[in-house]
């Protein structure tokens, strides 16, 4: 009895190894496929695509690099691009020129106080010296997802109920406004410093979609308070905005609105903390004011995420949540669809309240909705 005991438990311990071991393989190949599947061509691809159109002016260098289209190296940093530090410095390099432009009115659209607001936007994680600005619209609730769990509140990202990702007063991520003078400063001096950006006009109609058109998560506000205050002073045919059929807020009326930069500055103070899901980068996190340790790009995003996990040192600690084929890529269709119904007139307006962040992150001017 006591031997078959004995042969019992052997069989059990084999069996947890053989599981441990499977587990282990899925995990290896699981890196593998994504690494090297069409996913990550189609990826490599795009880095050729960007150099084309976003960093237009560097991009005969970079495509004149025979590394970017070696094939990915296996290991941790497998899905970074060797040389994606050259792409790093050239941001680096358009961000401070159009930062130190002399044209008063490139300036004033670049430039901003850091005060409050902005510290509010930046959320600390101590433990690793980093700080991240917020720029709603752009994938940030994995970036705050994977803060949280460095702060040590939750061990995986997800574990993290999404309802907590956003409240901040229990998901244990503080923000920079909670901090006195002092200690914000010695942080800012320190701290690994980042953001994501977007194409800008893709960005608001991300923002338009989520706000006004889903809402999915319940913020009644916006489609009580905020669009009825837009359309009062946006919409052109105010027989149109008693009609119910049409009530709701229309793309036309939020660009009219966003175009109007005098105009708007009463009614965004009304409208509180809810704006920031279309001010600008500048705006947002004083990109030319703080300096940033790297600026991602959502259209790079496979590339940068793990590229930003590595530089702040936190690449073995946590992993960026597996990103949906396809969502990073930008599409002129859609954009070309929304903006098929505005005038001119009214993109121009628009494109000259957003030709700040369009120039300092080498977004080209969109000329097929401009000429
Ligand atoms: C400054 O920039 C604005 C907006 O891009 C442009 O219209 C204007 O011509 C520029 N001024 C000078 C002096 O280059
Ligand atoms: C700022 O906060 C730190 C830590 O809480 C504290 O030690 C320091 O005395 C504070 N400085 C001022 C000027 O209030
Ligand atoms: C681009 O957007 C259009 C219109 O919204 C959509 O039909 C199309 O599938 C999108 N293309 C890609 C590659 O996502």
């Known amino acids: 009895m006591p031997r078959r005991m004995r042969h019992h438990w052997l069989l059990l311990g084999a069996c947890g190894w053989v599981l441990l071991i499977v587990l282990f393989a899925r995990k290896l190949i699981n890196f593998n496929t994504r690494a090297t599947d069409d996913y990550g061509e189609k990826a490599k691809v795009q880095i050729l695509t960007q ?3 976003i960093e237009s002016k560097l ?6 690099t025979p590394k970017l289209s070696d094939p990915p190296s296996v290991g941790p940093s497998a899905s970074v ?19 130190n432009n002399s044209n008063d009115t490139l300036k004033k659209l670049t430039h901003t106080s850091v ?16 700080l991240f600005c917020q720029t ?3 994938g940030n609730t994995q970036w705050k997802k994977v803060l949280i769990v460095l702060n040590g509140v939750f061990s995986t990202v997800e574990e993290i109920p999404e309802n907590l990702v956003h409240d901040h007063e229990k998901n244990g991520l503080p923000r920079l406004s909670s901090l006195n003078g002092t200690e914000i400063e010695k942080r800012l001096k320190t701290y690994f410093k980042f953001f994501i ?23 009644p506000w916006y489609k009580h308070d905020i669009a009825p205050a837009i359309i009062r002073k946006y919409r052109k045919s105010h027989r ?34 809810h704006v920031i899901h279309w001010l600008t980068y500048v705006e947002l996190c004083a990109p030319c004011e703080i300096q940033y340790s790297f600026i991602g790009h959502h259209e790079t995003l496979e590339m940068d995420a793990p590229y930003i996990l590595k530089a702040a040192g936190i690449e073995r600690l946590v992993s960026y949540p597996t990103i949906p084929p396809g969502i990073t890529h930008y599409n002129q269709t859609k954009v070309e669809h929304y903006f098929s119904g505005i005038s001119k007139r009214d993109v121009k307006r628009l494109y000259a ?14 000329d097929f909705l401009l000429n």
């Open 136 to 138: 709603p619209k752009v």
């Open 197 to 219: 950006v977007r194409d800008p006009f893709e960005r608001l109609i991300s923002a338009f979609k989520d706000k006004f058109v889903k809402n999915p998560r319940f913020e």
């Open 240 to 273: 149109d905005s008693n009609n119910k059929a049409s009530a709701g807020l229309r793309f036309e009326d939020f660009i009219r609105y966003l175009g109007d930069e005098t105009g708007r500055r009463h009614m965004d103070q009304q409208f509180g903390e």
């Open 59 to 64: 991009a005969q260098t970079l495509e004149g």
């Open 51 to 53: 150099a084309k159109t």
């Open 81 to 99: 691009p060797t040389d994606w530090h050259t792409v790093e410095k050239r941001r680096e390099a358009l961000l401070s020129a159009v930062c």
């Open 353 to 366: 309240h957003y030709k700040g962040d369009f120039a300092l992150f080498g977004y080209p001017r969109p």
């Open 115 to 130: 005060n409050t607001f902005v510290y509010d936007r930046i959320f600390v994680c101590d433990k690793h010296k980093i």
